[in-house]
């Protein structure tokens, strides 16, 4: 059964995969999708919900 929980866990593991893929730290990646690197790191861990009003921004680190 899917929760919130495990969607947001789920999705914050794949973000960490493909940050990793790309060779970049929180840091990198915060600095290049223009949010804290706190944040970076909350959706990682799957504590951070992710505002799909705003993929463009959450995406753009990724070059999406």
Known sequence: MWTTV???QKT???I???RKFNGL???ALAEKAD???VYIGGMERGERN???AKP???STGFRC
């Open 12 to 14: 914050g593991s794949r």
């Open 35 to 37: 949010l804290h690197y």
């Open 6 to 8: 495990n969607v947001l």
């Open 50 to 52: 992710i505002n799909p």
């Open 16 to 18: 960490k995969a493909i």
């Open 25 to 27: 730290s929180q840091e």
């Open 56 to 58: 463009r921004k959450d």
